[in-house]
């Protein structure tokens, strides 16, 4: 009785980040004011993950810090890619088409590699179902953008009213930026890379954030992209709970978002700070 339990406790002006602790509710004030410079003589903290001086109070400060080199691994990856769309906003058809067929032989070349990386971080899932949603799904949506990609570009003709009878108007369709992809548990590649598919038909650039609760797919799929496109093209970030809330901040020109309902709103009030279109 008279426990609080939550499933994020934060430490304002720090990276440090607890998940699933139970606090007492007298006690509740301390954690949310202890300062960073206080965590390892903490006496709230240490209960929950055992003594101090054990192996998993310090392996959760481990990955607390392992969150902020990937908070500044974002950063810097985020200023690359605005900076080479930038320098390069408009690319030609030929160029996002061949962004797509690399992309769709790396998909053949890995997938037993994904059933592999997929099957351990499920536990056990068929390597047929894995085919067919998480290599075979991304694949059909690249060949559906290259057959329709060149109609996609083209300006489209609109009506003016009677006022400006003698005027043309159309719309030209451009890129936006720099795009941010968050992808869920349960289907880590195919729900992140069919958004993928269509920022690159578009001709943006795009950073892509796994769940943590698929490591090993986040790992496959950061060598697999790194060896079809450059970091400022398209780059894939990983990291526990801290590095997606950093993720969700960054000034996105549009972010796409696949999870629950709840976490759909901390994203899309991270995203309305920059009038990020989710």
Known sequence: HDMFWADKAYRPGSQVVVTDVCVPISRLAECVTETHADIERSRLIAPLFGHVGDGNFHTVVSVMMDDADEVARMRRLFLRQRQAFEAAPYPELALRKAKLRKLIDALRRYQDDIVVAVNADFG???GAETKLVEVMGPILEARHALSHMGRWMKPRRRS???????????????????VGIIGTWNFPLYLTLGPLVAALAAGNRAMIKISEFSP????LLTSMLAECFDEDEVAVCGGE???AQAFNALPFNHLVFTGSPRVGRQVMRAAAEHLTPV
Do not use: D, H, M
């Open 241 to 243: 709970i801290g590095a």
């Open 124 to 126: 056990v899932r068929a």
């Open 160 to 178: 003016t009213e009677l006022l400006f009878l003698t005027n043309r108007a159309w719309v030209a369709y451009q890129p936006k930026g720099v």
């Open 216 to 219: 090993r797919c986040t790992a």
